[in-house]
């Protein structure tokens, strides 16, 4: 491990889509590369923390240093998450599915001419309010990401207060800003003193920066 301000702290990072099974061959996931998130990592272990990352099936490299867990739906998430905790600071940078399928099938949806298939979804836990509600271990740092195409500021304030985390990381998604998938992020900090927008920039300047403050916020 390399040290650095974070030395000594155990940090929890999710990233990556959730896949959540229709049946054996087919499933139903949110857009993520999970560029972000192993860029959080990887920054989080240059400055000396030991980190667990958490995350589903991404195409993005998984961070060298980091202990790496990985899961396929949202429910194994959140198990995975309660194993890991108590830590320092969890930042949930995954894209997890809200819904998944009610009853997945076992055996592979056969195409019948002329008859489409139905599905019924479930309602998936929400890890990050899960973790920011808490009431006993909740880890002292708990950032939220909000990844918005509309009024951003006002949904992201809005979802940091509803969740109940201590941040939020909100991004504007919308496809002409080539944000998702790309290798840029336009970032606003959203904290209890407010909105800060950071200026475009790397995804990994992006991690360096928030690994800063999260650092300075550990003290
Ligand atoms: O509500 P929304 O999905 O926009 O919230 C995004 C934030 O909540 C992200 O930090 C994401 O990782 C987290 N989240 C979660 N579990 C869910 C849904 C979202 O941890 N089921």
Known sequence: LAEGPLTGRRI????????EPIDPVRYIANRSSGAQGTALARALTSMGAD???????????????????????????????????PVDAA???????????????DSKIKKQA???PSLDFAENPDILAT???MTEGRPPLVVGFAAETDDV?????????????????????????GIMGGSENTV??????????????GKSEVAHHLAERIAKQLG
């Open 12 to 19: 929890l990072v999710t990233s990556g889509p959730t896949h």
């Open 51 to 85: 980190v667990v990352f958490v995350t589903g099936p991404a195409d993005a490299d998984r961070p060298v240093g980091a202990h790496v867990v990985e899961v396929e739906t949202a429910a194994e998430m959140l198990e995975a998450v309660q194993v890991v905790l």
């Open 91 to 105: 930042i949930f940078a995954a894209a997890v599915a809200d819904w998944r399928v009610a009853t997945a099938s």
């Open 114 to 116: 002329g008859a489409l």
């Open 131 to 133: 973790v920011s509600q």
């Open 153 to 177: 500021i006002a949904n992201a304030t809005a979802k940091r207060l509803r969740k109940g985390c201590d941040w939020i990381v909100a991004n504007d998604v919308r496809p002409e800003t």
């Open 188 to 201: 606003t900090l959203i904290s209890d003193e407010g909105a800060e927008h950071w200026p475009r920039m």
